[in-house]
Nanobody, 129 residues
Framework: QVQLVESGGGLVQAGGSLRLSCEVS????????IGWFRQAPGKAREAVSS????????YYADSVRGRFTISRDNDKKTAYLEMNRLKPEDTAVYYC??????????????????????WGQGTQVTVSS
């Protein structure tokens, strides 16, 4: 059974940085594409970023491009989301998810069609103004 555990959330002032981690157990990480999603209170879940399993291509939502960086360390079975220049509107619960197979995700359209089979429990990120 594949399990994902997020960590690294917290409270930070606007302009600050956080690094989220997503540790995978029960399988090798290189078999999965990893996605990061977020959900703010009263809002729909939003796809934030992803890193492909096929060639480590990345996708970023327009709202985070240039501020967030996704990466993966297959040996450590951990994916990361480095978040810089945080804004109050980045406040949300952040989830990582895993999709099996050789997947290359580079656009929002592809991101929306991926079946994210496994999800973590989420980590809260709060950005104060």
């Amino acid at each position: 059974q594949v399990q994902l555990v997020e960590s690294g959330g917290g409270l930070v002032q606007a302009g600050g940085s956080l690094r989220l981690s997503c540790e995978v157990s029960g399988s090798t990480l290189n078999s999965y594409a990893i996605g990061w999603f977020r959900q703010a209170p009263g809002k729909a879940r939003e796809a934030v970023s992803s890193i492909s399993s096929l060639d480590e291509s990345t996708y970023y939502a327009d709202s985070v491009r240039g501020r967030f960086t996704i990466s993966r360390d297959n040996d450590k079975k951990t994916a990361y989301l480095e978040m810089n220049r945080l804004k109050p509107e980045d406040t949300a619960v952040y989830y990582c998810a895993a999709a099996p197979g050789r997947i290359r995700i580079t656009t929002a359209e592809i991101m929306a069609k991926v079946i994210w089979m496994f999800w973590g429990q989420g980590t809260q990120v709060t950005v104060s103004s």
